[in-house]
């Protein structure tokens, strides 16, 4: 059976793919391990990287006023990420490292059994949603992902580099906030 130790023991010795060449450390999530909310991005970044932690830069401030907004904080949700490890210059990561990563997210999820998951961007919402998934026009809609009610948003980043995206944003927390309330309150 796997297990929060054991499965974060596995990831941290990955080297299914070629980005645990270049990693100083494996991001496998922070939170609660009791969660209701899941929040899933595409991958670490550098700061991320070299502290072992997602969503720690400038776009992890942002994120963390994000959760403000929903009232709550990164001791009451879970944060991880489609890939565990950080693609070179921020690229991308490719469909083979999601691939290579991504029975590690599903166990992650197995084990927290959230109620809602959010997957921040267009990578994650791809992964998770449909493959299709286009962040511009389907951001804020709900869908079921094996009996879990899961949406995309705009990363934080993106919000960084083009903020006319946050009203929209901001009405799409709101909705999530409502949801997270009335599915805590079945």
Aim: glycine content about 6%; proline content about 5%; charged content about 25%.
């Amino acid at each position: 059976m796997v297990t929060w130790e054991s499965l974060e023991q596995t990831c941290a010795n990955c080297s299914k793919c070629a980005l645990c060449q270049s990693r100083n450390n494996v991001v496998f999530g922070i939170g609660s391990k009791t969660a209701d909310i899941m929040f899933v991005g595409e991958g670490p970044g550098e700061q991320e990287d070299l502290q072992g932690e997602p969503f720690v830069g400038a776009a992890g401030k942002l994120l963390d006023d994000m959760l403000s907004i929903i009232d709550i904080d990164r001791t009451s949700c879970y944060i991880a990420n489609i890939v565990k490890c950080r693609p070179p210059h921020n690229r991308d990561p490719e469909d083979s490292e999601q691939d290579a990563c991504i029975e590690y997210l599903h166990n992650q999820i197995l084990l927290l059994r959230p109620k809602m998951i959010v997957c921040l961007g267009r990578i994650a919402a791809r992964r998770l949603i449909d493959s299709d998934f286009r962040i511009t026009k389907e951001h804020g809609m709900w869908y079921q992902y094996n009996g879990i009610w899961i949406t995309g948003l705009y990363h934080p980043s993106a919000l960084l580099r083009d903020p006319s995206k946050r009203p929209e944003t901001f009405v799409d927390l709101l909705m999530i906030r409502d949801k997270l309330h009335h599915l805590r309150n079945q």
